[in-house]
């Protein structure tokens, strides 16, 4: 009797790849797992195990900048979740210090997936590579590519370059098929593009955009600049993941995982709602602009929401709503979730 169908997620300790394979191992697929440091595979698989059943989860080393070890990891695999990337902090000197990897490591699992014969890539890309470097424009449709200019910072460019890179290996590949135009058998990419991803923590050692509900919770910033981010739940960014993997309709197809669009200020407030009774009072001063460019003089994070300041950014969501049938959380509970999960692993 066969088993389950086996899958890869690459980056299996990030953030969103956990609840990829959390969302994987309940839908009953069998689920191996790329660790760049395999120690850290007891502890993911503990946190893990708090959501989900766990037998069906194994684990296999690659690293983004080496060749090695990718074929193995995809061997036997019918399907392959790239999710791995690098995403800072903070803003790198060099912005080929998350460029190279991002570029090179979608090129070797979309390699190591091609010669393993898996018959679909999901991909998880970003709106940074949609909306950055536009000039003011609000509204942005998967039809949008980022413009690749310094200002727009190094993750939007490594976002951007990667994706496209991973496009350009699909238009390559050999047509195995017949010229019918129908299915030709050929390896198939989906890429799945979530704006700014909050939600609740499989394991306490996080993610960069969770760092935004961190530092308010705890009082690491005097208050909000006029700066507003659009929002998306990590679970519904893993649904939509899973769901693109076998939907005929999302083959060769961008969707935009994108909810609403919130200012910091409005964060602040809902989050000093809902945990300053307890203990955790937030900020809910808005900063002035010319505080805030006085500060990214200095500090190069701050230095790169400027440019935004008091500009708002729709990402328009019909596409992933249509074809997947897309379903998302209601963003206030997404919020409160967040931060419970804070709590509850001690990151704050």
């Known amino acids: 009797m066969a088993g389950p169908v086996q899958v890869a997620v690459t980056g299996a300790s990030g ?21 760049r440091d395999m120690s850290r595979g007891e502890a993911i698989r503990a946190a893990l195990s708090r959501q989900t059943e766990t037998s069906n989860l194994s684990f296999t080393q690659c690293d983004l900048m080496s060749d090695d070890g990718w074929d193995a990891a995809f061997a036997g695999c019918e399907y392959v979740h790239h999710v791995a990337s690098p995403v800072p902090i903070v803003e790198p000197k060099d912005h080929d210090d998350l460029i190279i990897p991002a570029r090179d ?41 980022s413009n690749v200019v310094p200002e727009i910072g190094a993750y939007a460019a490594s976002k951007t370059i990667a994706e496209r890179a991973a496009w350009d290996f699909i238009r390559d590949l050999p047509d195995t098929g017949m010229d019918s135009g129908t299915d030709t058998g050929a390896m198939e990419l989906v890429t799945s593009n979530p704006s700014f991803v909050i939600g ?28 507003g981010v659009s929002l998306v ?39 000093n709602n809902d945990f300053g009774p307890r203990g955790y009072p937030v900020s809910t001063r808005v ?35 249509k074809d997947l049938n897309w379903q998302t959380r209601e963003m206030d509970l997404t919020v409160r979730e967040t931060g419970e999960s804070l709590l509850a692993l001690k990151v704050v």
Request: hydrophobic share 45%.
């Open 287 to 321: 900063l002035p602009n010319f505080v805030v460019r006085l500060v990214g003089l200095f500090d190069a994070a701050v230095g790169r929401i400027v440019p935004d300041l008091g500009q708002r950014k729709n990402y328009i969501n019909h596409a992933i709503r």
């Open 200 to 227: 609740p923590l499989i394991d306490p050692d996080g993610s960069a955009s969770i760092e935004l509900v961190r530092k308010l919770l705890a009082r690491e910033v005097p208050g909000s600049p006029k700066f």
């Open 105 to 145: 490591g979608a090129l070797r699992a979309l390699g190591a997936a091609s010669r393993a014969g898996v018959k679909r890539v999901v991909m998880t890309s970003s709106v940074a590579a949609i909306g950055y470097g536009h000039n003011g424009k609000e509204d942005f449709t998967e039809a949008d590519w």
């Open 15 to 35: 953030y969103i790849a956990l609840h990829v394979i959390a969302e994987l191992l309940d839908a009953g697929y069998a689920v191996r797992g790329t660790l």
């Open 233 to 271: 739940d990590v679970r519904d960014v893993a649904t939509a993941h899973v769901t693109a993997m076998t939907a005929p309709q999302a083959a060769g197809n961008r969707y935009i995982c994108s909810t609403e669009f919130r200012w910091m200020a409005q964060l602040a407030e809902q989050l």
